[in-house]
């Protein structure tokens, strides 16, 4: 995190994970069908659930459609008991990755480590595959959810996590570009929205290279490209998003009232 954003969360009163959680959770409508991974993707799914989207189903990896987490019980992994309290159904984490394949999911949503200008989301390794310097949890069901659906990636903004080319694509964004993705046998799906803690970015309809489309408040273009690692582009009207209001954070502090996604 910048010293800039750390500087502006102390200011308005909410941390860049709060900020990250609310304006990811905006995204997502009534209705909708959508694939979380455990941290900012799983509370901005429920914050839409009990704000504007009662009608939204949350899937979890572990087998678990229909979630609906409790206050103060978020749990750690899509692995986890507390996934299936109140739940529709309780499946087989291989018949919930066919939901995918069959078409029935609109929204998946995931972090990753690394991303680069087109969208690959690296989460098995940094540096050099033969001698990797980080090791990372892995693909899981990352590589089937971003091949099959809409994807709305949540995470900090740094140059060392936004970087021309990831050190491996675990999960497919529109890998070279142009039709790339739909060369390679994947029509369906693709990156839809990159929220991080200096703005929200989509990607350009022909070079499927990433965008600038809003920013939040007090933060500059020039400052969200001093972060990334390769030229980004702009859209040629920026928006300005609407900083989280007193009842966002209200029932998102509600959720996570022991910090484990929000510190």
């Given at each position: 995190m910048t010293t800039e954003t750390m500087t502006r969360a102390r200011q308005r009163d909410y941390t860049a994970s709060e900020l990250?959680?609310?304006?990811?959770?905006?995204?997502?409508?009534?209705?909708?069908?959508?694939?979380?991974?455990?941290?900012?993707?799983?509370?901005?799914?429920?914050?839409?659930?009990?704000?504007?989207?009662?009608?939204?189903?949350?899937?979890?990896?572990?087998?678990?459609?229909?979630?609906?987490?409790?206050?103060?019980?978020?749990?750690?992994?899509?692995?986890?008991?507390?996934?299936?309290?109140?739940?529709?159904?309780?499946l087989s984490s291989t018949d919930v990755l066919l939901l995918l394949q069959r078409g029935y999911v609109d929204i998946g949503f995931m972090g990753g480590a690394q991303i680069d200008q087109y969208g690959n989301l690296n989460s098995s390794f940094i540096g050099d595959p033969e001698n990797p310097t980080t090791r990372l949890p892995g693909t899981g069901g990352g590589n089937d959810i971003s091949s099959l659906t809409q994807m709305i990636v949540a995470m900090k903004h740094e140059k060392r996590r936004f970087v021309e080319k990831v050190d491996f694509i675990t999960s497919p964004g529109f890998i070279r570009g142009g039709t790339s993705r739909r060369d390679a046998g994947l029509p369906a799906g693709g990156m839809y929205r990159v929220v991080t803690d200096l703005t929200?970015?989509?990607?350009?309809?022909?070079?499927?290279?990433?965008?600038?489309?809003?920013?939040?408040?007090?933060?500059?273009?020039?400052?969200v490209r001093d972060n990334t690692g390769f030229p980004l582009l702009a859209a040629d009207r920026i928006e300005t998003t609407e900083p989280p209001s007193e009842r966002e954070l209200q029932v998102l502090r509600h959720l996570d009232p022991d910090k484990l996604y929000i510190a």
């Open positions: 990250l959680a609310v304006m990811a959770g905006r995204l997502l409508e009534d209705g909708q069908v959508v694939f979380a991974g455990v941290g900012i993707p799983l509370l901005a799914a429920t914050l839409a659930q009990r704000l504007h989207g009662p009608g939204l189903t949350i899937l979890f990896e572990g087998g678990t459609i229909g979630a609906f987490v409790e206050p103060g019980q978020l749990p750690p992994s899509t692995n986890e008991q507390r996934c299936t309290r109140r739940a529709n159904m309780v929200v970015m989509g990607f350009d309809e022909q070079t499927k290279r990433m965008k600038v489309l809003a920013l939040h408040p007090g933060v500059s273009l020039e400052e």
